[in-house]
């Protein structure tokens, strides 16, 4: 049983930044540190696979990594049983999650990541459905999928794209905080990480470092919410709690 | 067989006025041209139903109507089929249609709205659970009902709390407008009507007419989106398209 080796990112694109480019040092050493040559992208978030597969190929390509689609495969199982590494990109997250269940790939996306170690980039749509559950991803319902359960590749949920009210806004819709909080008046929740944009949460094995250049807020249900700086230790919420 | 009559609000707040005060003209005429003393609330969107009642009940009885909750009965089915008014009320999407199905009162609020021609009023959230689904809802999924298929009072879809993109904002997630438009990437999707918040949409038998401070914007699938000012005509999304 290998060590799990995830990235979870809060978004492919940053301000300022290039696709990806936030997060091309951690990128770049996970693959090689695990001898990767070759990255499966999973473009089901997005309706044109093919478009979405140049956009992911054109960073990971230039930094040496050959980049395949699933949706290339007559048989996405089997492409899964033999990948390298898997990126799970953005886009709808109900869409990607249903797409994962149509085609039987949770069990072994599950199974290659925590038992034979395989690295798993997810970037928002891809990084929710790494956690236990889509019950906090912020994109509409747009398909229904047989369950909000997901990989659980990690026992709690993240908010990717999280961000503040904005003072000057006149806008009465609740606030990505209130909609995190009133998760969890459910019994059944757990903690939240709100992963603003620029951050990246990284797990090795039973480590769980905060990085990137923005602070997250931390949802433990019960207890206030709190700002998480970037290089934090967040392991205990590995711990079942 | 008595004609529908709705009364869909974006929001229950609005930016400078006090609750529900923005519709109140479109629901006193509502309410009172049906001989309406009581309203019948349900407060299942928010998880105090008894402070849910409280505040709606504020205005309203200032306005010279009864108002109780149908938390407050033990049988709420039975509550619903004596109803003179229902007002369903905002708050999570996923959370009041899943207690709608538990509590099987889908059938029965369809049946007295559709062919009894009792009033309904409806906020947010209450908004979405009137139109044909709720995959156009903002909220996030926190519990996961039966379907997303919806009171279907009306064929098309609604975004309630609609808003452009802030052109300042460095935050990268999609705008509502990028939500709506990858939703009827959908073939089985329909027209969706974006109500900007002091927007108030009024279905009287076949004639539904945008009412309130602000334009909304409505998408048409393989059509460009266009503004809709308030006193437009809309009638012509009830002919399923």
Not at 44 to 60: F, G, M, N, R, S
Not at 156 to 169: A, L, M, Q, R
Request: with cysteine; glycine share 6%.
């Amino acid at each position: 049983m290998s060590r799990r080796q995830l990235l979870l990112l809060s978004s492919s694109r940053v301000y300022g930044y290039k696709y990806l480019e936030l997060a091309a040092e951690f990128i770049q050493q996970l693959l090689a540190s695990n001898d990767v040559r070759q990255v499966l992208f999973i473009p089901y978030a997005l309706k044109d696979h093919d478009k979405y597969l140049e956009i992911v190929k054109e960073p990971l390509e230039r930094w040496g990594w050959e980049v395949v689609g699933i949706h290339q495969f007559k048989d996405p199982v089997a492409a899964a049983e033999k990948a390298e590494a898997f990126f799970i990109g953005g886009g709808n997250t109900f869409r990607l999650l249903k797409t994962l269940y149509d085609l039987n790939l949770i069990e072994v996306i599950r199974r290659r990541v925590l038992e034979d170690g395989i690295p798993y980039i997810g970037s928002s749509a891809g990084t929710n459905v790494a956690t236990r559950s889509i019950h906090t991803t912020n994109d509409m319902p747009i398909v229904y999928p047989p369950s909000f359960e997901a990989l659980n590749l990690i026992p709690f949920n993240i908010n990717p794209h999280y961000v503040d009210k904005d003072p000057t806004s006149k806008h009465m819709g609740e606030t990505r905080e209130e909609r995190i909080l009133q998760y969890q008046e459910l019994p059944e929740a757990g903690p939240v990480l709100g992963l603003r944009e620029a951050c990246v949460l990284c797990i090795d094995g039973d480590k769980v470092t905060l990085k990137g250049k923005n602070a997250s807020r931390l949802f433990i249900p019960g207890k206030t919410p709190k700002e998480i700086t970037p290089n934090s230790d967040l392991s205990y919420l590995l711990q079942k709690t």
